[in-house]
């Protein structure tokens, strides 16, 4: 892990006990967080350096009955990327919008809701991005059958 990553994750390390990380290699690391300390360890990161949003996506886990939130950032200064992974209730999947950090997340939100039906508390755009006439069970869920 990079020197400066490394300072990242004991800083994290510091202020929340109920984290768990995971290296996968010297420029990468996985963290997995209970959804109460995501916006803060988000926020963390954000102002370390971490400001590129790469990807925001949803794994479905149907025998859990959880959805996953991954997020997957990236830090122009030293190329490290740090995935933050959190888990919902899938039967009601509810989560709070990281739009006022990072604007691009408005529309990888719209698309979760779109295709899993996650509701973003604070994102007033969920306008459907593909799927405009769509008004069965989102399509990327397990239990969708077509």
């Known amino acids: 892990m990079t020197n400066s990553m490394n300072e990242v ?7 929340f006990k109920d984290v768990f990380i995971t290296e996968i290699d010297e420029r990468e690391v996985k963290i997995d967080v209970p959804q109460e300390n995501v916006l803060g360890i988000l926020s963390i990161l954000k102002n370390e350096g971490f400001s590129h949003l790469s990807l925001l996506i949803c794994v479905d886990w149907i025998e859990n009955k959880e959805f996953e ?3 997957i950032l990236f830090s122009w200064k030293d190329g490290g990327k740090i995935i933050v992974s959190t888990r919902i209730d899938r039967e009601n999947p509810k989560f709070v919008t990281v739009k006022h950090m ?5 529309f990888y939100e719209r698309e979760i809701h779109e295709f899993f039906g996650v509701e973003f508390e604070g994102n007033d755009d969920m306008k459907p ?3 405009e006439l769509w008004d069965d069970i989102p399509p990327s869920r397990k239990d969708f059958d077509p």
């Open 129 to 131: 991005l593909i799927l």
């Open 69 to 71: 939130l991954v997020y």
């Open 9 to 15: 994750i004991k800083k994290i390390r510091r202020q």
């Open 102 to 106: 990072w604007p691009v997340a408005r």
